[in-house]
């Protein structure tokens, strides 16, 4: 082989060690005519079902990019079970949240609709998009779904009660997130960060109305939206999921 890998790639399936594959078109001209691989030159491919794989390109063409699957690299395996609920923001800010969020391992990312919403065009395909790319950087194996933007009342009166809710609460009457996360070690979860304007006190006095909601500081500052998503994973990871 003329390399080690350096460049690693979704696709829907990967095939048996020692089985071909040939890549899509999109993945073709990325490898042939960005990259400038060729025939001997390896690369890494991962599905979300069977881990991650060496592969070999073993013949190229115009639309062609034919790979031998060489060995595991990689076994599957599920990111631990904590999703993000997230108010949209402006674009850029949004992009961060799905970059960062898979990277940190969220199972499952799902916006919700808020009545300071600023952004309430949602583009799964994009999310989708986004996290696929961030997952091929940082060695994931799994991908995060994606669920369907709902309303904050429908979202909340669908909620499986058995899934803590830790709500991102700016208004100070939080408890301290490693405190809290601590409680609540074992149980599913998911973190709920509201929009730039934050949540409107009607949306306050309903969530904390909810059982399954359990409020969260991360101290004295206020941060953005996109800030606190970021550091409330990285603190839930930290504390309660495989950064132990």
């Not at 953005?224 to 839930?236: D, I, K, M, S």
Request: proline letters at 6%; a neutral charge.
């Amino acid at each position: 082989m003329k390399n080690s890998p350096k460049i690693r790639l979704f696709c829907e399936a990967v095939p048996a060690v020692g089985q071909t594959l040939d890549l899509p078109e999109k993945a073709v001209h990325y490898l042939l005519n960005v990259m400038k691989l060729g025939r001997g030159d390896t690369l890494l491919l991962f599905d979300n079902r069977h881990g991650e794989f060496a592969a070999e390109i073993t013949e190229t063409g115009k639309k062609l990019c034919r790979t031998l699957i060489t060995e595991q690299t990689v076994p599957f395996s599920r990111s631990p079970d904590i999703w993000l609920v997230f108010a949209p923001v402006k674009k850029d800010k949004t992009d961060f949240i799905i970059e960062k969020s898979a990277e940190l391992g969220v199972r499952k990312l799902q916006p919700v609709i808020t009545a300071r919403t600023i952004s309430e065009k949602v583009r799964a395909d994009r999310y989708q998009a986004q996290a696929v790319e961030a997952c091929e950087q940082c060695r994931r194996v799994d991908l995060p779904e994606i669920g369907a933007a709902q309303p904050l009342a429908k979202l909340l009166q669908n909620w499986d009660s058995g899934r803590i809710l830790f709500l991102m609460d700016e208004s100070g009457q939080g408890a301290p997130v490693a405190e809290v996360f601590k409680s609540f070690r074992q149980q599913p979860a998911a973190i709920l960060v509201g929009p730039e304007g934050g949540f409107s006190p009607e949306e306050f006095a309903c969530l904390r109305a909810c059982p399954f909601v359990r409020g969260i500081s991360l101290g004295l500052r206020i941060l953005r939206a996109e800030t606190a998503a970021a550091a409330a994973l990285a603190c839930w990871q930290a504390v309660c999921g495989d950064w132990q």
